[in-house]
């Protein structure tokens, strides 16, 4: 179980507790929640998406879709998913679509859906396909603390 680096130093130095939930390597953000044995409606799933001055890490709950156009709306910019060299290059200690939602930790602003702002605990990508990170919700809400909340996805 690891989790990336960045993501450890910015947890740690908030004065998160967390624990990690190992499970077997997985491709996509359902799948690490069946691993895992967890509530996919609570875990944070990441998306990069790029507009014209930059990136926006949008968070949903793994069970929904982002509704690009309705995303759009709110940043009042178009917007398009950032290519896997760009997210590469933001999330350089992270394993290629294991990106957390915790934006801070790499200078992403995040946009999170309201859908996970009142959950009990969250769970969220390590940076690692083989590793969850859990936090309380008012943690997570912490740890959120400078995110933009909106609704932007439905369950899919």
Do not use: W
């Not at 069946?34 to 926006?56: C, D, F, I, M, N």
């Amino acid at each position: 179980m690891t989790i990336a680096k960045k993501l450890q130093a910015y947890i740690d130095g908030e004065g998160i507790a967390y624990d990690t939930v190992a499970h077997h390597r997985t491709a996509t953000s359902s799948q690490s929640a069946q691993a895992a044995h967890v509530p996919g409606s609570r875990l944070a799933k990441s998306v990069v998406v790029h507009h014209e001055t930059g990136y926006v890490l949008a968070v949903v709950p793994s069970t929904h879709r982002i509704e690009l156009s309705t995303l759009q709306d709110v940043i009042h910019q178009r917007l398009g998913l950032a290519s896997e060299d760009e997210v590469s290059s933001l999330f350089a200690d992270c394993d290629l679509g294991a990106v957390p939602p915790i934006g801070s930790a790499y200078d992403v602003p995040v946009i999170l859906d309201e859908s996970l702002h009142d959950a009990r605990d969250v769970y969220f990508e390590g940076g690692d396909h083989r590793t969850l990170v859990r936090v309380s919700g008012p943690d997570f809400c912490n740890l959120m603390k400078d995110a933009r909340v909106a609704r932007f996805s439905h369950p899919s």
